[in-house]
């Protein structure tokens, strides 16, 4: 659309043409400032052009050494990972309330639970059962670990009322006997134990005793006599300090419960064998990580995008015959992609802005946007055949084409410096990200690959294949036209068969009949009816979770 937008205004321009009226007042003003714009803007492109294609060489060992610098970004990396930070206007009262909260009260403990899932026809109330509870439990606190060169137990990280007090009593059934081994081995008959001692004389406050047993089944007279899964609930603290590459977070905390979850899942498959009993830890610390690793495998198909990609790229710009085929100015494209969103990565993290899960998108976001400007460039190479040198080819096919690239990228820019303003700080953070890559993007574009498609015209006039450009394809070292006919067809080798087909055959047969273009105006009425549909079917709503993987 950009590129017709321009080839409209470069044609209202042409002073050549004859049907072309003068405006006046305001018009006039506005004509003459747009002529301007676009006059100096392709000069501007013939000067860049002519300094890129002198200096290929250059050119591209300066824009490695540009991303080498941007890549240094990375010492100063933060993510943000707290959904509550992501999605909550910073400048919300919710958001001041619980500043506010946390400057005076600290953070909330850490939940941390320890659940017991029973075999089909094993009953988790039973004596048996519960004493392999109270194993896992004294199991649990009698861990330790070394985290940063320090040995750390249950007793470091677990929550307490007040400095120096004992650890948070645990929350299970096991409560009915003080999670006391002894007690439970001198009770004969547990189960009474459980219909007959008050719940709510051991736990006043906290939730019913139903909370802890899943899936429990009563008898006639309301007493508890069987369930399939118990849980034993624990608080570890939370004091939470920045940790590298992982956000706030209390580091004592979070790597021992990881080690206890890692611990348990080994032991698992015994446990079960020998109790009927699966034990699963549930823990904060686990969570970030099983996270962690879902939006890490995401990379598979982020490298599927890119490899897509590349394939589609190379399709367009491939011809049947080998000089005049382009293909590896697509993968080239693709790569200046890649560059300029690590480049991009590496700028904001110098300036402080953290890395979210909503900004990896930008990867893909840049790819379409990138390599599309090739595109652009290559289609204006293709309109300059009748030039011979070249070097003044590849010049004057940035020069207008320039225009065209440059309308897309501030167009695109424009749209998310507006997006920044947004009060969600994720996507304004994306926002920032995204402006900056389709910037760097641009610069890419019109210095790297332009160079780089330089010495590929280079490697088309000295009639060697694409690709493997040590193979000659033939004796013909230079380009000769002669009559308009010869001029036609090399000009006709040079664009392939998508190019023909997309800008010959499809045309004529949309606008040369009104079969065609009754189609067309079909099709769009068709899809602006569903669209208008879906509009009535919109519902707004939010939730945190739906942005975690």
């Known amino acids: 659309k950009a590129t017709v937008s321009v080839l409209y205004w470069q044609a209202q321009m042409d002073p050549s043409r004859k049907d072309r009226t003068p405006g006046t007042g305001l018009s006039a003003s506005i004509e003459r400032l747009s002529a301007a714009v676009h006059r100096y803007t392709e000069l501007f492109f013939e000067k860049l052009t002519t300094i890129v294609v002198y200096h290929p060489a250059v050119t591209i060992g300066l824009v490695f050494l540009f991303v080498v610098i941007m890549a240094q970004g990375v010492w100063f990396y933060k993510e943000e990972l707290s959904p509550d930070k ?3 206007p910073r400048s919300s009262q ?17 939940p941390v639970q320890t659940m017991f899932e029973a075999k089909e026809g094993v009953n988790m109330l039973t004596k048996e059962s519960l004493l392999f509870m109270m194993e896992m439990h004294e199991w649990l606190l009698s861990q330790w670990k070394i985290i940063d060169g320090k040995n750390v137990t249950y007793e470091v990280v677990c929550a307490r009322y007040t400095k120096g007090d004992d650890c948070k009593i645990p929350v299970s059934v096991l409560t009915f006997w003080g999670h006391n081994r002894t007690r439970l081995e001198a009770d004969a008959d547990p189960l009474a134990t459980i219909n007959t001692v008050s719940w709510r004389s051991l736990e006043p406050s906290g939730p019913p005793l139903d909370f802890y047993l899943g899936k429990p089944e009563y008898n006639a007279a309301g007493d508890v006599v069987s369930a399939r899964a118990t849980l034993i609930s624990y608080n570890f603290k939370n004091e939470k300090v920045e940790i590298s590459g992982v956000g706030e977070d209390d580091p004592q905390s979070r790597y021992f419960e990881i080690q206890i979850a890692d611990d348990s899942e080994h032991r698992r498959k015994a446990d079960e064998a020998a109790h009927g009993v699966g034990v699963y830890i549930r823990t904060t610390g686990q969570e970030d990580v099983e996270g962690s690793d879902s939006v890490s495998s995401d990379i598979g198909n982020l490298v599927m995008g890119y490899i897509l990609m590349l394939i589609y790229a190379s399709f367009i710009l491939s011809r049947s015959r080998p000089k005049y085929s ?57 309109d300059c055949a009748h030039i011979e040198s070249m070097r003044e080819r590849m010049i004057a096919a940035v020069k207008h084409a320039g225009p ?3 309308i897309t990228s501030v167009t695109d820019l424009i749209a998310f410096l507006a997006g920044s303003s947004s009060s969600l700080p994720a996507l304004q953070d994306f926002c920032y990200y ?3 890559g389709i910037a760097f993007d641009f610069m890419f574009q019109v210095t790297f690959v332009v160079a780089v ?3 590929d015209t280079v490697r088309q006039q000295q009639s060697r294949a694409d690709v493997l450009c040590c193979i000659k394809v033939g004796d013909h070292t230079g380009v000769c036209l002669g009559s308009d006919e010869e001029k036609a067809r090399w000009t006709e080798a040079e664009r392939g068969l998508q190019n023909r087909v997309v800008g010959t055959h499809l045309p004529r047969m949309i606008l040369g009949t009104g079969v065609g273009k009754s189609a067309v105006i079909a099709i769009s009425l068709a899809f602006l009816g569903i669209g208008a549909y879906g509009c009535t079917k919109v519902e707004m709503n939010h939730n945190n979770e739906w942005f975690i993987p």
């Open 326 to 382: 382009h293909s590896l100015l697509g993968i080239v494209s693709v790569i200046s992609v890649g560059l300029s969103t690590f480049s991009a990565y590496g700028f904001c993290w110098y300036i402080g802005i953290k890395f979210n899960t909503v900004v990896q998108v930008l990867i893909l976001v840049l790819l379409g946007v990138g390599v599309d400007d090739t595109f652009v460039i290559m289609d204006s190479w293709w």
């Open 404 to 406: 065209a690239v440059t």
């Open 94 to 110: 919710a958001v001041k309330d619980e500043d506010w909260v946390l400057d005076r009260f600290g953070y909330e403990n850490r």
């Open 434 to 436: 995204a402006s900056v």
């Open 86 to 88: 992501q999605f909550s």
């Open 453 to 455: 498609a330089y010495l």
